[in-house]
C-alpha cells in the first residue's frame, strides 16, 4: 500500500516537471490554434491524474513482479536508450531493426520471427513515417544509398 502511494508521488512530480517543461516550447506565430504545447501538457495531465489516484486509493495487496519481469523491464530500457543514441548517427532502418527484434524477441522468444518482425517494423515503419506522414527520415547513414 506504501509502495502504491511513494510509487504515485515519484509519477506526480515527474508529470508536473513534463508539464512545466512542455510550457517552455517556443512556438512561432504560424502554428495551429491549439500549438505544440497541447499533446505534451495533455499526456502530464494525464499522468498527473493517474498518480492521485494512486495516491489516494492504494492497491491493499499489490502484487510485485518476479525478478526475471524486471530483468526484462531492464534490458527493454537500456534497448531503448541505446536506440534513441542510435537513431543519428546510423539513420532510422537498422537502429529500429535491431530493437524491435530485440523487444519482440522478449515478447516471443523465437529468433526466426523475432528478426523478420524486427525487419517488418523497421521497413515498413519507415515507409509510413516517410511517405504516408511526409516526415523527413534519415532512413541509412549518410553514403550508404
Request: hydrophobic share 55%; with cysteine.
Amino acid at each position: 500500500m506504501a509502495s502504491d502511494r511513494i510509487f504515485g508521488l515519484v509519477t506526480l512530480f515527474v508529470a508536473l516537471g513534463y508539464i512545466a517543461s512542455a510550457t517552455q516550447i517556443q512556438t512561432s506565430f504560424l502554428t495551429d490554434p491549439v500549438g505544440p504545447k497541447a499533446f505534451p501538457m495533455l499526456i502530464g495531465a494525464v499522468a498527473a491524474l493517474c498518480s492521485l489516484v494512486m495516491i489516494v486509493k492504494p492497491d491493499p495487496d499489490p502484487d510485485w513482479p518476479m525478478l526475471r519481469t524486471w530483468g526484462a523491464l531492464a534490458i527493454a530500457v537500456i534497448v531503448l536508450i541505446i536506440y534513441a543514441y542510435a537513431l543519428k548517427p546510423l539513420g532510422f532502418v537498422i537502429p529500429t531493426v535491431f530493437a524491435a527484434g530485440i523487444l519482440s524477441y522478449q515478447i516471443s522468444p523465437r529468433m526466426v520471427p523475432a528478426a523478420l518482425s524486427g525487419v517488418g517494423l523497421s521497413i515498413g515503419l519507415f515507409l509510413l513515417f516517410k511517405y504516408a506522414l511526409g516526415l523527413s527520415l534519415v532512413g541509412f547513414p549518410k553514403g550508404w544509398f
